[in-house]
T-cell receptor, first 112, second 113 residues
Framework: SQELEQSPQSLIVQEGKNLTINCTSS?????LYWYKQKYGEGLIFLMM?????EEKSHEKITAKLDEKKQQSSLHITASQPSHAGIYLC????????????FGQGTTLQVKP | DGGITQSPKYLFRKEGQNVTLSCEQN?????MYWYRQDPGQGLRLIYY???????QKGDIAEGYSVSREKKESFPLTVTSAQKNPTAFYLC????????????FGQGTRLTVV
């Protein structure tokens, strides 16, 4: 079983639509990281969240960490074809010192 | 330019041979990580190192070995004991082992025939 569960696993949206990707853990998250990946390439860092209730935005992407620090969401507003790719959440989980683990990833397609 | 470099990008090996994947960083980062990525399974942690001369097993360490003799280098050896070695391998580093984002290399695609 995955310590970090991402949903949905894949998403197809029409250009201009909003979308949300979720990342959930049964344990407290000490650091939550969102990355984007193009197939066959390395991961590009998007945002880091550490405090309960924290919210960060970059261009049209907003990420939130809930108060309990067990769930994060990534929201894209007015999606564009350039947003297509694989989105992964990574985290340092309570009880696993030094381990940086990842969810299964969400594959996003944006139809023009 | 500072960064993390994996080489080679593509690697082919015959079954039964050991192979070593290179990972070098010039970011002066303490922590380094190795992940394996298979289709639809996200990243799975193989080994990680919080500081030079120290490393720990991740979730799927069987059939792999690492060393961390220098701060900037964290090579991964895929041994013949690894049952299904064909995969995309990603190396990452972070300034410290907690609370800082990790930077990733471009990956090595290993194919064992």
């Amino acid at each position: 079983s995955q310590e970090l569960e991402q949903s949905p696993q894949s998403l197809i949206v029409q250009e201009g639509k909003n979308l949300t990707i979720n990342c959930t853990s049964s344990k407290t998250l000490y650091g939550l990281y969102w990355y984007k990946q193009k197939y066959g390439e390395g991961l590009i860092f998007l945002m880091m969240l550490q405090k309960g209730g924290e919210e960060k935005s970059h261009e049209k992407i907003t990420a939130k960490l809930d108060e309990k620090k067990q769930q994060s969401s990534l929201h894209i507003t007015a999606s564009q074809p350039s947003h297509a790719g694989i989105y992964l959440c990574g985290a340092e989980v309570a009880g696993n010192t030094g381990k940086l683990i990842f969810g299964q990833g969400t594959t996003l397609q944006v139809k023009p | 330019d500072g960064g993390i470099t994996q080489s080679p990008k593509y690697l082919f090996r015959k079954e039964g041979q050991n192979v070593t994947l290179s990972c070098e960083q010039n970011l002066n980062h303490d922590a380094m990580y190795w992940y394996r990525q298979d289709p639809g399974q996200g990243l799975r942690l193989i080994y990680y190192s919080q500081i030079v001369n120290d490393f720990q097993k991740g979730d799927i360490a069987e059939g792999y070995s690492v060393s961390r003799e220098k701060k900037e280098s964290f090579p991964l050896t895929v041994t013949s004991a690894q049952k299904n070695p064909t995969a995309f391998y990603l190396c990452a580093s972070s300034r410290s082992w907690q609370g800082t984002e990790a930077f990733f290399g471009q990956g090595t695609r290993l194919t064992v025939v």
